[in-house]
């Protein structure tokens, strides 16, 4: 079981069950978000997957990490607007990579 509250900038996770079923929620939530994504914007999708990728194969991304005290951050893409100067100032502050960071801005 897999498990993910987020209310305001607090994010709690609940795991429980084998490592194998945990890895396969975590990918199925993925799956379902790039889905959800896709549906609405690919190039949006091809980012989120970008993003994705970056995040779980860079040995030193902070999801590796055992203390995780970066603040999270939300932003929705206007398709028309792009993102904000207030989006990417956000995305910074909470310590977004750079090359996640131009992975978001990239319109491929």
Avoid at 76 to 89: E, L, M, N, T, W
């Amino acid at each position: 079981m897999l498990k993910i509250n987020s209310v305001g900038n607090q994010t709690a996770v609940t795991a429980a069950g084998s490592i194998k079923t945990v890895a396969a929620e975590f990918a199925a939530a993925i799956g379902s978000l790039y889905a959800q994504i896709a549906a609405e914007d690919q190039n949006a999708a091809k980012a989120f997957r970008r993003m994705i990728v970056q995040a779980v194969a860079d040995p030193e991304s902070p999801a590796w990490a055992f203390d995780i005290t970066t603040p999270r951050c939300a932003m929705v893409r206007d398709q028309k607007q792009g993102f904000s100067a207030a989006d990417i100032s956000s995305a910074v502050k909470a310590g977004i990579s750079i090359d996640a960071l131009k992975a978001m801005l990239r319109n491929d």
